[in-house]
C-alpha cells in the first residue's frame, strides 16, 4: 500500500534554529496537511495545502512556521526560530480528493521534534 | 468550534472481549475519523464516514448524526488491538483541519 514518509524520525535542535521537516506525500494525493502532537496532548492541525498554496492555517501556525512543495514530490514544514514550546511530534497527511468530502487520511510516521 | 469528547479515557479489557468506544461532537459535521495511534506515535486511519455504519475485520463503526455522536466497536479483541483511539471530525464549511479527541487509551490483557 502507498504511504507517506517523513524525514528525519527525529531531530533534536537548539532554541533559536530553524528546523525543516520532510515529507513525500502519496504521488497521486491533491491535498496535504501538518499536524503535530505535543507529549500527553490532542493531536492540532497546523496547515492544509492545495495547488501550490496555503488553503488553511490554524491560529499556532504564525509567522515562525511555513511550508513549501519545492519539486513536486517533497512537502517541507519549516520553522524559522524554534521555541521550547515547538517541542513536539509533527504528522504530515495527505488526501485525494476534495477535502470538503471529507477524504480519508493517510499520515505519516511523524518526526519527533525535540528543542533544548 | 467543534469540541470533541470521547469516552472511555481509559479502558482495559481481557482478550475476547467486546470494545465500544465513544465520541460525541458539537456542531455538524462533513465526516468523521477513527484513527489508531500505537505506542511509535504512528497514525493509521481506520475509518472514514459520514452517516450510518461501515465495518472492517474486527472493527464497526457507527455515526448518529442528528445524535452527533459516534461508536467505535471492537469484537474478539486481542492484545494487538492496544493503542490509543482518536476520533476526529472535519467540521465542514470548507474547514480543512480535522478537530481531535484526546484518544481513548485501549488496552487488551492477555
Known amino acids: 500500500e502507498p504511504e507517506v514518509t517523513q524525514t528525519p524520525s527525529h531531530q533534536v535542535t537548539q532554541m533559536g534554529q530553524e528546523v525543516i521537516l520532510r515529507c513525500v506525500p502519496i504521488?497521486?494525493?491533491?491535498?496535504f496537511y501538518w499536524y503535530r502532537q505535543i507529549l500527553g496532548q490532542k493531536v492540532e492541525f497546523l496547515v492544509s495545502?492545495?495547488?501550490?498554496?496555503?488553503?488553511?492555517k490554524s491560529e499556532i501556525f504564525d509567522d515562525q512556521f511555513s511550508v513549501e512543495r519545492p519539486d513536486g514530490s517533497n512537502f517541507t514544514l519549516k520553522i524559522r526560530s524554534t521555541k521550547l514550546e515547538d517541542s513536539a511530534m509533527y504528522f504530515c497527511?495527505?488526501?485525494?480528493?476534495?477535502?470538503?468530502?471529507?477524504?480519508?487520511?493517510?499520515f505519516g510516521s511523524g518526526t519527533q521534534l525535540s528543542v533544548l | 468550534k467543534n469540541e470533541v469528547e470521547q469516552s472511555p479515557q481509559n479502558l482495559t479489557a481481557q482478550e475476547g472481549e467486546f470494545i465500544t468506544i465513544n465520541c460525541s461532537y458539537s456542531?455538524?459535521?462533513?465526516?468523521l475519523h477513527w484513527l489508531q495511534q500505537h505506542p511509535g506515535g504512528g497514525i493509521v486511519s481506520l475509518f472514514m464516514?459520514?452517516?450510518g455504519k461501515k465495518k472492517h475485520g474486527r472493527l464497526i463503526a457507527t455515526i448518529n448524526i442528528q445524535e452527533k455522536h459516534s461508536s467505535l466497536h471492537i469484537t474478539a479483541s486481542h492484545p494487538r488491538d492496544s493503542a490509543v483511539y482518536i476520533c476526529?471530525?472535519?467540521?465542514?464549511?470548507?474547514?480543512?483541519?480535522?478537530?481531535f479527541g484526546k484518544g481513548t487509551h485501549l488496552i487488551i490483557q492477555p
Open positions: 497527511a495527505s488526501s485525494e480528493y476534495l477535502r470538503v468530502l471529507g477524504e480519508k487520511l493517510f
Open positions: 504521488s497521486n494525493h491533491l491535498y
Open positions: 495545502f492545495y495547488n501550490n498554496e496555503i488553503s488553511e
Open positions: 456542531v455538524g459535521i462533513s465526516a
Open positions: 464516514l459520514s452517516s
Open positions: 476526529a471530525v472535519n467540521s465542514g464549511g470548507g474547514a480543512d483541519g480535522l478537530t
